[in-house]
């Protein structure tokens, strides 16, 4: 069975940093781009960042430019999302997602196939 896993939520203070893992299993993530998404309340799910499957190719949302880094381990089949400088505005859930390499990667949440359950990123005082 595909799935996808978040780790590394929680609650951190404005200017702090957290580093959020997407662990894949029953697949190998080497052939898949990978995308981080976020949803706030009363939001829709917008994207973060995305990885190519070969790690030579990210993009990011204007918003997190700057201050978030996207990374991937195929050979620990694990995406990383490094944040910092958070602030405030960046509470969410955070989901990561996968699609075919063959698709291209974008920050389209309709783009992508498998989902992951998300994991809570709380930045406040």
């Known amino acids: 069975q595909l799935q996808l896993v978040e780790s590394g939520g929680g609650l951190v203070q404005p200017g702090g940093s957290l580093r959020l893992s997407c662990a894949a299993s029953?697949?190998?993530?080497?052939?898949?781009?990978i995308g981080w998404f976020r949803q706030a309340p009363g939001k829709e799910r917008e994207g973060v960042s995305c990885i190519e499957s070969s790690g030579g190719s990210t993009n990011y949302a204007d918003s997190v430019k700057g201050r978030f880094t996207i990374s991937r381990d195929n050979a620990k089949n694990t995406v990383y999302l490094q944040m910092n400088s958070l602030k405030p505005e960046d509470t969410a859930i955070y989901y990561c997602?996968?699609?075919?390499?063959?698709?291209?990667?974008?920050?389209?949440?309709?783009?992508?196939?498998?989902w992951g359950q998300g994991t809570q990123v709380t930045v406040s005082s």
């Open positions: 029953g697949f190998t993530l080497d052939y898949f781009n």
């Open positions: 997602a996968a699609v075919s390499f063959r698709a291209g990667a974008t920050l389209l949440p309709s783009e992508y196939r498998y």
